[in-house]
């Protein structure tokens, strides 16, 4: 089992950045398909972007393609996502995910095998 701890959030004016990043322990790190998910006020858990083990697939909700980027180091077992141009709708609480499986074969919440604890983005408009 992978443990997921984030950081990196805050508060930031519509239009800005903020990098998330998610720290991972546990030896298989690599083997996993890492994920972000995020979570508004009074809505359900949503999909944001994944990442492949070996980093050679990327896949993002339509709402944040080319404002989002996933990124991972699996030296440092570490995923981030890196947010631009940042719109009040952004706004929720961004979840760390771990599937244990190499490639994206779903970005469904139910098959999620880790979560981090989350962290708090407000963006201000």
């Known amino acids: 089992q992978v443990h997921l701890v984030e950081s990196g959030g805050g508060l930031v004016q519509a239009g800005g950045s903020l990098r998330l990043s998610c720290a991972a322990s546990?030896?298989?790190?690599?083997?996993?398909?890492m994920g972000w998910f995020r979570q508004a006020p009074g809505k359900e858990r949503e999909f944001v972007a994944a990442?492949?083990?070996?980093?050679?697939?990327?896949y993002y909700v339509d709402s944040v393609k080319g404002r989002f980027t996933i990124s991972r180091d699996n030296a440092k077992n570490t995923v981030d996502l890196q947010m631009n141009s940042l719109k009040s709708e952004d706004t929720a609480v961004y979840y760390c995910?771990?599937?244990?499986?190499?490639?994206?074969?779903?970005?469904?919440?139910?098959?999620?095998?880790?979560w981090g604890q989350g962290t708090l983005v407000t963006v201000s408009s």
């Open positions: 546990g030896r298989t790190f690599s083997y996993y398909v």
């Open positions: 995910a771990a599937y244990r499986r190499p490639y994206v074969t779903t970005t469904s919440v139910d098959a999620v095998d880790a």
């Open positions: 990442i492949n083990w070996s980093d050679d697939g990327t």
